[in-house]
């Protein structure tokens, strides 16, 4: 059976300052990873960010050890600036959730989460 990919979530965040946007897109695939498990996708400014089983349980083990309930997935964000950002997140628990926050220059944090398609 192919990937199926939907379309579970697409928003946006303007920044007034010069008039662009950062666009998120989050996508519900059926075979993501190396076991072909369901999982979701996350996609902004070209990156895209693979929720599935084998790479969560991995980030839920560092997220243990380092003792914080939100892991933030450093490599897979963009925080040049204190100002704008679009930081990515891997929530512990039950159930475990991506959280995606945006920030641009004229806006406040803007906060979302998808709660994932498998426990670890």
């Not at 008039?19 to 979701?40: A, D, K, W, Y």
Request: aromatic content about 10%; proline content about 3%; glycine content about 6%.
């Amino acid at each position: 059976m192919a990937n199926q990919k939907t379309t579970l979530d697409e928003w946006s965040v303007k920044d007034l300052e010069d008039g662009s946007s950062i666009n998120v897109t989050v996508l519900g695939c059926t075979e993501l990873g190396n076991q072909s498990l369901p999982g979701i996708q996350v996609i902004y400014m070209g990156n895209i960010i693979n929720y599935e089983p084998l790479i969560a349980e991995r980030w839920a083990y560092q997220a243990a050890k380092a003792g914080v309930e939100e892991y933030l997935l450093e490599d897979k964000s963009w925080m040049v600036h204190d100002d704008q950002f679009v930081k990515t997140y891997l929530v512990a628990g039950e159930p475990l959730k991506a959280k995606v926050e945006v920030k641009t220059r004229s806006s406040k944090v803007i906060t979302k989460e998808y709660e994932l398609p498998f426990a670890v």
